[in-house]
C-alpha cells in the first residue's frame, strides 16, 4: 500500500495541538522542512492564516485545488465547491473524534448508564447465544 498523504498545497490538515486543536485547516504555502503557512478559511473552521510546525498538524485524505498562497475568497470557495467539511464529517476519522469528545463529556451518572446498557446488551446475546 503505498503512501498517499503528502505534504502540497492544498491538502486538509488536522491541527492536533495548541489553540486550534481538533480544528482543520488548508495548507496554503510549504516555509521551509519543518513549516508551512495554513489557513482555515476563518469563517468555515475558525483557523487564521497562520505558520504552523508539521508535528502540530496531522495530513488528512482531503485536498482542496487552490493556487500557492491562494486568497481567502478563493479558499473558500474551493472549499465550498468541493463539499470538503461534508467530507469530512462522513469521515470515519471525524465520527472517532466526536464520539471520543462526547464520551469525554459524560457526567459520572451517564457513564453508569453506559455501563448498565452494556451489560443489559451483553445478557440478551448470551441468552440468544444459548438458545
Do not use: H
Not at 504555502?29 to 495554513?38: E, F
Not at 478563493?74 to 469530512?88: P, R, S
Amino acid at each position: 500500500m503505498p503512501f498517499k498523504r503528502y505534504v502540497e498545497v492544498g491538502r486538509i490538515v488536522l491541527i492536533n495541538y495548541g489553540p486550534e486543536e481538533g480544528k482543520l485547516a488548508t495548507i496554503i504555502d510549504i516555509v521551509d522542512q519543518n513549516k508551512c503557512l495554513i489557513d482555515g478559511p476563518a469563517d468555515i473552521t475558525g483557523v487564521d492564516r497562520q505558520v504552523i510546525s508539521y508535528t502540530r498538524i496531522a495530513l488528512t485524505d482531503l485536498t482542496v485545488k487552490i493556487e500557492k498562497s491562494a486568497k481567502v475568497k478563493d479558499i473558500k470557495a474551493a472549499w465550498e465547491a468541493d463539499d470538503t467539511l461534508a467530507k469530512w464529517e462522513a469521515s470515519s476519522w471525524a465520527k472517532k473524534l466526536s464520539s471520543r469528545k462526547k464520551r469525554a463529556s459524560l457526567s459520572d451518572f451517564d457513564r453508569f448508564k453506559v455501563m448498565v446498557a452494556k451489560k443489559q446488551k451483553a445478557a440478551i446475546i448470551a441468552k440468544k447465544m444459548a438458545a
